[in-house]
């Protein structure tokens, strides 16, 4: 991520690396009918499930492409499942290519976003209700 997206808030910053590793791998992912993704982020199913009511036209178009461009189920975990890795703390350095394309189809069928819980005790992910003021800070 480039030094300005680096200070976006929180659900902007998981959604935003979201779209980049998708968009990364699309070649390889798009069609993909079984896709998971692991994540510890209790905001992505919050945003993912509510498409055009986000704050900002650029959020709202990466959860349009997100969610036109790819199948996918959303697994949340505690983010003590994850360990740190060196790809997530690098920063970014000129010459890395930064990516814009935004697909603007509308593939789109209008269902929720499929979220399983790792653990079912574990606390429910975050509704866009509870922190929608905080997404473009």
């Known amino acids: 991520m480039d030094e300005r997206q680096q200070r976006y808030s929180q659900p902007k910053h998981k959604l935003c690396g979201l779209r980049m590793t998708l968009e990364e791998e699309t070649y390889l992912l798009q069609g993909c009918r079984n896709l998971?993704?692991?994540?510890?982020?209790k905001y992505l199913s919050g945003m993912l499930n509510n498409p055009g009511k986000m704050p900002n036209a650029t959020i709202n178009r990466w959860v349009d492409y997100i969610r036109t461009s790819f199948q996918f189920t959303l697994i949340?975990?505690?983010?003590?499942?994850?360990?740190?890795?060196?790809?997530?703390?690098?920063?970014?350095?000129?010459?890395?290519?930064?990516?814009?394309?935004?697909?603007?189809?509308?593939?789109?069928?209008?269902?929720?976003?499929?979220?399983?819980?790792?653990?079912p005790d574990n606390e429910d992910p975050l509704p866009l209700e509870t922190f929608i003021d905080e997404i473009d800070n």
């Not at 983010?79 to 690098?90: A, E, N, Q, V």
């Open 76 to 119: 949340h975990k505690k983010g003590k499942t994850f360990s740190p890795d060196g790809l997530s703390r690098r920063k970014w350095y000129p010459g890395d290519p930064i990516e814009r394309r935004f697909n603007d189809g509308s593939e789109d069928d209008g269902e929720d976003l499929k979220v399983i819980k790792e653990n």
């Open 36 to 41: 998971v993704v692991e994540t510890d982020a």
